[in-house]
T-cell receptor, first 113, second 113 residues
């Protein structure tokens, strides 16, 4: 469901380590999933997406994994850098015409130098 | 390329005053348009979305309203602001094709005093 009113969980990682951010989605009929990155004071930016007919997709330093059996999505960031510090949101398209996206609660990533 | 603009960037308004936030999109036609609100340290709350001129869907009943007078213009309004209306307001657009990722504007920081 929607994430209104929830405080953000936090993940702290050492620079150079890999980060894994997890997300549970709500609708088994959702067919499209997106990860967004939001830096402080800015709007969210698209990072990577995945369709429900895939279970893994890789980008530059990022990998998204989709487990439809347990309705779980994860974002892996390789060799985390200070510039990766931000809030990360997962989002699902509930396959109801494509006009609404349901955002997860978000996870705040801190990268320690 | 497509760009999305929001203004003003910041706004301080007294309780009971009216509100008008504007969002415009360039470089695309017939976008889906969205207004979100984000409280400090929290997730995204979808307020309104629009799939065409004059077509507005409201997600959260409150003292806000939205209008879409032109294809690429989306306006968020209130007749009388409440303290609880303070937050970070984000406008976003998406296409109607196979990819439904949303592209966000820079946001408006509203403080109601």
């Amino acid at each position: 469901g929607e994430s209104v009113g929830l405080h953000l969980p936090t993940l702290s990682v050492q620079e150079g380590d890999n980060s894994i951010i997890n997300c549970a989605y709500s609708n088994s009929a959702s067919d499209y999933f997106i990860w967004y990155k939001q830096e402080s004071g800015k709007g969210p930016q698209f990072i990577i997406d995945i369709r429900s007919n895939m279970d893994k997709r890789q980008g530059q330093r990022v990998t998204v994994l989709l487990n439809k059996t347990v309705k779980h999505l994860s974002l892996q960031i390789a060799a985390t850098q200070p510039g990766d510090s931000a809030v990360y949101f997962c989002a699902e398209n509930p396959n109801t015409g494509g006009f609404k996206t349901i955002f997860g609660a978000g996870t705040r990533l801190f990268v320690k130098a | 390329s497509q760009t999305i603009h929001q203004w003003p960037a910041t706004l301080v308004q007294p309780v009971g005053s009216p509100l008008s936030l504007e969002c415009t999109v360039e470089g695309t036609s017939n976008p889906n348009l969205y207004w979100y609100r984000q409280a400090a340290g929290r997730g995204l709350q979808l307020l309104f979305y629009s799939v065409g001129i004059g077509q507005i869907s409201s997600e959260v009943p409150q003292n806000l309203s939205a209008s879409r007078p032109q294809d690429r213009q989306f306006i968020l309004s209130s007749k009388k602001l409440l303290l609880s209306d303070s937050g970070f307001y984000l406008c976003a657009w998406s296409g109607g094709g196979p990819g439904y990722e949303q592209y966000f504007g820079p946001g408006t920081r509203l403080t109601v005093t």
